[in-house]
Structures are given as C-alpha cells and as structure tokens.
C-alpha cells in the first residue's frame, strides 16, 4: 500500500514501485520534496532537517533521503532517531528551510512516511503538499533549470 497525500507519502515497506513504499518510491518523493523547497525558498544554500523513529526499515529510508537531498545540494542535519516534535522544533531553531520526519506513527511495523515540513517546523499546507505531489507524479526533476 502507498498513500499519497498533502502531508507526504506514507505505505508498506518493499513490493512494487507506485503501489509501496520502496527504495524507488522514497527517492522520487524526496526528490520532490527537494525541487519544490528550491522553488519555495528562493534561495541558493538550503539546510533540512530529518529525524526518524526506530523502524526496521527506518535508517534505510534516512540514507535514501539524505542522499537525495545531498545529491540536489542541500544541507542535511541528520537528527537520527528522534521524536515528531524533536525535528518540527529543530527546524526553526536551525534556521532550516524544511524538514522530514520519517515515522509511519500508529501504523503496524511494517510501514514507514516521509512527513513534510515547511520552514517553521510545521505540516505543510494542501497547495504546498499538492505541488510536491504534482512534481512527483510528472518526475518533473528537471524542473531547476
């Protein structure tokens, strides 16, 4: 199962790219994510901030999306295993422009999210969330030109 919504992708770790949430899923959606917060900020030097919660599959979603992020040029405080509130108030006070949490919070061990955070530490917004959505869904990666 994946699900695709304004406050980012939440599914079931592995089977098949677009139905789960696999490795090829976890770099399009951060990549995503990436794009829209370069088009956002308007800024050249970008910092986020990700914290996970202690999943099995949790410190391979971290290195997908930290490497992602890398890859496009932006900063990366690596929190590691941290809470939902840790990363949403390490946020301001680094004076990051974003934030993901990796958590899949009630949902059976199996699963696993990247839940997005706008520069305040706070859930996106629906047109924010939908935008990322609409990247992901056209791969539209080349859109920094």
Known sequence: TLIKSISGIRGTIGGKPGDNLTPID???FAASYGIWLKEYSKK??????IGRD????????QNLVVST?????IDVI???LSTTPTV?????LEKAEGGIILTASHNPKQWNAL????????????????KILEIAEKEDF????
């Open 26 to 28: 976890a770099v399009k």
């Open 44 to 49: 050249d030097k970008l910092k986020v901030v």
């Open 54 to 61: 202690a999943r099995l599959s949790g410190e391979m979603i």
């Open 69 to 73: 992020l890398i890859g496009l040029g």
């Open 78 to 80: 690596d929190l590691t």
């Open 88 to 92: 949403e108030i390490a946020v301001p």
């Open 115 to 130: 839940k997005l955070l706008n520069e305040k530490g706070e859930f996106l917004d629906a047109a924010q969330g939908a």
């Open 142 to 145: 080349d859109s920094l030109k």
